[in-house]
């Protein structure tokens, strides 16, 4: 027996079998809740309010039991409240503000979706050639030949020629018709999307001039919190339908307002370049990925077929092709093959470490001659996910914290002002950073109660460090509605403990088995998404970077997203991804005899020789921790 | 509200919208009702019984009401019976039978689809490249190069490989992956169709060999008589997908009969080759074919794109591509593209008139120099469409008729023996053969009741030839089952008469353009699906064909089907379809000045001028008819 089901402040109803969870029927109804731990009811981000029975009218007053919408099962007619809304979308503002990588100004000469302009000779007596003929001879005169078209668009090829008069903009991507639409339309877009594990970002281009229109992030909606979480949940029944749409609602939740503010429509997008990590590029192509977590780690594929959007339900041009950054192995993926070619790493002689501070963290070291590659697998801690009140960079986020003395009263800066809901990455490094340097934390992950913080209080799991208090006297845990306590508990410094080491231990590795040591180093590329920029400092004295002389790094800013932009605006940069990715060798740290040594040793802030590897952080820390 | 529609005699149940005709609610079910009058209620071919209410018992007796599905509308729970049910099915033996274009031994060297066997070594700790990169190193030992696969196809690859231990047979088929089954899986097979306007033929070939293994035939199931009505059909609402799922229900419903006598499964066929006329070839893909009708007569296109079987509905290997031939103009097909290149007219130095006795009654002229064509749209007359009692070659048909004397009894051929059902082309034209021998037709149409038959009596529309009385005194005229009687009518030969008018309109309209004569011909190919034989002395003393030697004459059989059959074993014979494509230059009859005069002229049985063009046909007929 169907059951039906309503959305209240929404006019959005749906039906699903008794027995289904709240989670899948907004699923159904295309409302994506975030569930990182996969549906097992431990992460609590799933939370909804719900009423027995169907409510026609409005929603006001009245008793609202909360749930957890992936461990609740529907029994009858019922009515779901999600609150607080979903939250989490960033605007990104127009421009190269996103990168540093590549200005806007940036257009090359071979971009890989051709626009043609046509005025076409209607048939008479004596032209009864068919209407792909025509087509195909008036494009052949541009040197586009033997246009390949599908069944469905032949379909309509008649009607829409006649519609338009036969004065047509067409758009064509190798030898493939993408669609055809009135002559004076506007500039065609193309779509450039960053699918992270934890966060989704995406860019909108012009595609006559490569300008960046704006731009959006927002949170990935998949099931899991790390790669093999995801792989967990995609081999449960109907597991990758459900990440694979999850990946497109991400995407298509942060198209829609990004649309809306430029005033352009999802229609005039033709392109979408997509890079991805290889568990991400599976997921969204619905492949396989059962191989990618048992030995010896192998993918469906490194190289992806082109898709079409409408096929996975993406909300723009139905026949605009999807490309997929070329990945390198099972956890070496497209995200830093896009990132090193956008960075042009591969063409720099300098040996060069190359750091994506994402959840799947990956590293890369080489120069022009050879590249090596591995997946750190650090989890999202630096994301926000896996701590407490972690949340992605996005308004209401701590994206800053300062204090000077351990008595002293923070200085938080939160995104877009005002009281803060949680706190990002680059707030975590800042804090870590501060509250080590003012003897609070100490080297090995502990609150230290004894410097007289005036924030530190015993919470429910243990010690936690109060960065904001509750209003009006609430300082219960119930926050994440804008007016709670934002608080980082020793659980939490644990996490980025692990995260941060298993970082380290990634690219100590990956210049142990090459017998070079860090010294060596003359180049560090990092990318992330860290908001516009990365504190050095900070992130070196935590450990979680090298201490290296400060101009031998440079940050990029998401370069994975750089890439995909690039090679949608350019065929050369598609082919320089394709020379990244062969030219990198994958190494799987997980078998490395280095490896376990080198996290061992990395689980301590900044490190456990520290007096080595990090001299002039440990001269400043040293008096706190009596070293 | 749906309501729920009950298909007795079999488990089909289906729901439609109240208002909706029973032919819909069939059509949902899946079952296909012949409607050659395009719904019009005017042919009563699609007359059923229904009851009111669903039954779940046993449905003997009890009173049904006999109702045409296309106008009966539903307005509460119906049951449907469906009696007689559907025949017209027509297995073909298995070997060169169906036409003497190349026997069953011709195999080329060049297949458009390829087949591979590969032993895969499977991935290990130093091999750990993707499934799809060691499918496409394997592939490429045997030089084909960059496999393309679809997302779909890739998703399932890892599993694939690994349920088959990486022993596989893999089909390809212009660098697209086609399938992958177990090594020792039998030979691929290949579906070649001729989609006609009233009948489709089917034939499955062996792809390692190219033997035919066996054939069937049936009617097309689509709405409308010939193809204007088609297209008519087509643009009422829903009628291209109603069309579209026809054709392809036309050519499951005999797909299915000939694997169960040949014990092999859809799934092995991985190609698919169709030869139909313009319309028909728009309508299998879902082509807007409306300007097809409209001067200047321009079809969406003459080269189809390659589809998926899959996509189409087609009981195969889903991935299966459905190559289509090639037409020439609106009303020059790829069913004579396919003929001339079968029949190799377009090698032969000898002036050719090439004559597919079809509805659409394709006609070309010319030799390995030139080449015209035209479609006389005769009409499907000759293939038992629009005769009260026509029906196709199938069993129960009278196929040939004998009368020495008009006073005689006549002797019927009746396909499978027994008492027959109707009558269908070859028995057409032996009995307008016979009739005007004997003096009982008059040339100008007309039945003669002063010579003696005892065989012509009043019926309801005017004078009519009984075939065959009914049993047990009844001898009205609800036959169709079997038992009743088979006559022909005074109508019935008019419209036979306009047919064979229009199909000698066309010859002699094309020679008449080019200036050349009946007698400049050296060669006429005949093509047509009357059974295995078209008497040649019954279509001259008609008038269908020209009096000229015998020795001219080639009977081809369904040469339609002989080219798709060539097309899907050899990549050269496309190319060959493409150049005989390319080579014509289409006619459009209406057009031409010459065009009436010859039709007018020609509505004669033989001719008007037969003392010219008839000469010999005509010393033998004068006698009955003073001339």
């Known amino acids: 027996m169907p059951v039906p089901v309503r959305f209240a402040d929404s006019d959005l109803k749906t039906e699903v079998e008794e027995g289904a969870t709240v989670l899948e029927a907004a699923a159904r109804a295309g409302l994506w809740l975030p569930a990182p731990c996969g549906g097992e009811g431990t992460c609590g981000r799933c939370q909804v309010e719900i009423r027995e029975g169907l409510e026609d009218n409005r929603l006001e007053g009245g008793d609202w039991e909360k749930v957890l919408a992936c461990r609740k099962q529907i029994e009858g007619p019922l009515t779901v409240r999600i609150a ?55 494009l052949s005169r541009h040197n586009c030949l033997d246009l390949e078209i599908e069944a469905s668009q032949l379909a309509q090829l008649p009607r829409r020629l006649r519609e338009l008069e036969w004065q047509i903009q067409v758009t064509v991507m190798n030898g493939r018709l993408v669609d055809i639409v009135p002559l004076e339309s506007p500039n065609p877009l193309a779509l450039a999307v960053d699918l992270g594990t934890t966060s989704v970002w995406l860019e909108l281009l012009d595609l006559s001039d490569g300008k960046i229109l704006g731009g959006m992030a927002g949170p990935n909606l998949q099931q899991g919190e790390d790669v093999i979480s995801r792989i967990i949940a995609a081999n449960k029944p109907r597991g990758y339908e459900f990440q694979q749409k999850a990946a497109v609602a991400s995407i298509n939740q942060l ?28 997921l969204l192509q619905g492949l396989n990925c059962r191989y990618l977590r048992l030995a010896p780690y192998v993918p469906a594929a490194e190289n992806f077929p082109l898709m079409q959007a409408g ?66 697998s650090a989890g999202p801690a630096f994301e926000g996910g896996g701590i407490s009140m972690g949340m992605n960079f996005a308004p209401g986020a701590i994206i800053d914290f300062r204090l000077s003395r351990p008595e002293d009263e923070p200085v938080l800066t939160v995104l877009g002002g005002g009281r803060a809901r949680g706190i990002c990455g680059s707030g975590l490094l800042a804090l870590l950073s501060h509250l080590l340097q003012t003897g609070i934390l100490e080297p090995g992950g502990r609150l230290n109660q004894q410097r007289g913080a005036k924030r530190l209080r015993e919470g429910e799991g243990g010690l936690e460090y109060v960065l904001q208090w509750g209003e ?91 890439g995909a932009r690039l090679a949608a605006l350019s065929t050369g940069r ?18 490395q005899p280095l490896y376990m040594a080198n996290y061992t040793a990395a689980l301590f802030f900044p490190h456990t020789q520290a007096e080595e590897l990090f001299p002039k952080t440990w001269r400043r820390l040293k008096n706190n921790f009596g070293g």
Chains 1, 2 share one sequence.
């Open 311 to 376: 096929q996975l339900g993406l909300a723009v041009c139905p026949h605009a092709p999807v490309m997929l950054m070329p990945a390198v192995s099972a956890y070496v993926g497209g995200d830093i093959v896009a990132g090193i070619m956008a960075a042009e790493m591969h063409q720099s002689e300098a040996l060069t470490l190359f750091i994506d501070l994402g959840t799947n963290g990956e590293v890369a070291l080489g120069n022009n001659q050879w590249m090596m590659a591995a997946a750190a």
């Open 574 to 591: 598609i082919c320089a991804a394709e020379r990244v990715k062969a030219g990198i060798t994958s190494l799987e740290l997980a078998e």
């Open 255 to 282: 198209l829609e307002p990004l649309l809306r503010a430029l005033g352009r429509a999802g229609e005039e997008i033709k392109l979408v370049s997509l890079a991805g990590n290889t568990v991400m590029s599976h």
């Open 84 to 138: 607080p809304p979903l939250t989490g979308l960033l605007p990104l503002p127009p421009g190269p503000a996103v990168s540093d990588v590549m200005t806007s100004d940036f257009f090359p000469a071979d971009p890989p979706l051709l626009i043609y302009r046509l005025r076409l000779t209607p048939p008479h007596a004596d032209d009864k050639q068919s209407d792909l003929s025509r087509l195909r001879q008036a």
């Open 472 to 562: 009006d006297g609430h300082d219960d845990h119930d926050g994440h509605d804008g007016y709670g306590p934002v608080v980082v508990t020793e659980a939490d410094i644990q996490n980025l403990l692990r995260a941060k080491g298993a970082m380290y231990a990634a690219y100590a590795t990956l210049l142990g088995t090459v017998g070079l040591r860090f010294s060596d180093v003359e180049q560090i590329i990092l990318a992330g998404s860290f908001g516009n920029s990365l504190n050095l400092e900070h992130a070196v004295t935590i450990g979680l970077l090298p201490e290296l002389p400060v101009e031998k790094f440079r940050y990029v800013g998401n370069s994975s997203l750089s």
